[in-house]
């Protein structure tokens, strides 16, 4: 879900301004998301900061607090 959602929302939207994100992983026990930000979003403080507080927002409103991954 988590991916889904940067690829159809977040990763457009980034790559229009010239940069790009990549999924680096997901902690279950902690529920932080890595990524990795590249390009003209990678350099600049205060997109960094824009890009985390957006990113999390929209995370924050379409996953679920109680989602859990499948089982294996």
Request: hydrophobic residues 35%; contains cysteine; charged residues 25%.
């Amino acid at each position: 879900m988590i991916k889904e959602l940067l690829e159809t929302r977040i990763r457009p939207a980034v790559q229009d301004d010239g940069g790009d994100i990549e999924y680096r992983g997901f902690d279950l026990d902690t529920g932080i998301v890595k990524l990795r930000m590249q390009g003209a979003c990678s350099g600049c403080p205060s997109s960094s900061v824009t890009l985390k507080s957006g990113i999390e927002n929209m995370l924050m409103h379409y996953v679920p607090k109680d989602w859990q991954l499948p089982p294996p």
